[in-house]
């Protein structure tokens, strides 16, 4: 089955900056890559996906990339802000459900 | 508001005791997925059904078990709760039967405590 892994676990930005978060995925026939953001006792929401015949989908201040052959993507949030601080997940399907990584901790300090 | 709705949205309960955690999906989404969070973890894959019929298993114990009704609300039911089953359990739903590429909807969660 799939397996995601996620890097880092915490990350911690200083307000304005750039966060980075990547994911690796073991199943070379995934084809559909979610983001979902959840914040403190809230539910996960999905804020981007990107599907594999496109390498990269950008939505205002937050973009993914995706590097079929090396099997990873990556989150990408520009200008962060306080209200970005949230656990972030990446997902990839493993046949018909959604498995997901460990998830990242960011902290953006204003 | 994801449209997907989960009830009781707090469970505290003792050990051995069992209990049923209710979710009804987005209005059309015909699957339903139950994910297990505990305490700072991610988010663990139990099951899923797709318009009455288990379509995929993961890390789901034997105590627990699943159905999907006629009118596509689910339960999970948990048996011979054990402190470590204390957990955030999430429902989603999609539109289809999973397959790769079906967006995911979100419930709030029920937030289970065994003491």
């Known amino acids: 089955g799939e397996n995601v892994e996620q890097h880092p676990s915490t990350l911690s930005v200083q307000e304005g900056d750039s966060a980075v978060i990547k994911c690796t995925y073991s199943d070379s026939a995934s084809n559909y890559f979610p983001w979902y953001k959840q914040e403190l006792g809230k539910r996960p929401q999905l804020i981007i996906d990107i599907r594999s015949n496109v390498g990269e989908k950008k939505d205002q201040r937050i973009a993914v990339t995706l590097n079929k052959t090396a099997k990873h993507f990556s989150l990408h949030i520009t200008e962060t802000q306080p209200e970005d601080s949230a656990v972030y997940f990446c997902?990839?399907?493993?046949?018909?459900?959604?498995?997901f990584g460990a998830g990242t901790r960011l902290t953006v300090k204003p | 508001d994801s449209g997907v709705t989960q009830t009781p949205k707090h469970l505290i309960t003792a050990t051995g005791q069992r209990v049923t955690l209710r979710c009804s999906p987005r209005s059309g989404d015909l699957s339903v997925y139950w994910y297990q969070q505990s305490l700072d973890q991610g988010l663990q894959f139990l099951i899923q059904y797709y318009n009455g019929e288990e379509r995929a298993k993961g890390n789901i114990l034997e105590r627990f078990s699943a159905q999907q009704f006629p009118d596509l609300h689910s339960e999970l039911n948990l048996s011979s709760l054990e402190l470590g089953d204390s957990a955030l359990y999430f429902c989603a739903s999609s539109v289809g039967g999973g397959g790769r590429g079906e967006k995911l909807f979100f419930g709030s969660g029920t937030q289970l405590s065994v003491l």
């Open positions: 997902a990839a399907p493993n046949n018909n459900d959604m498995r």
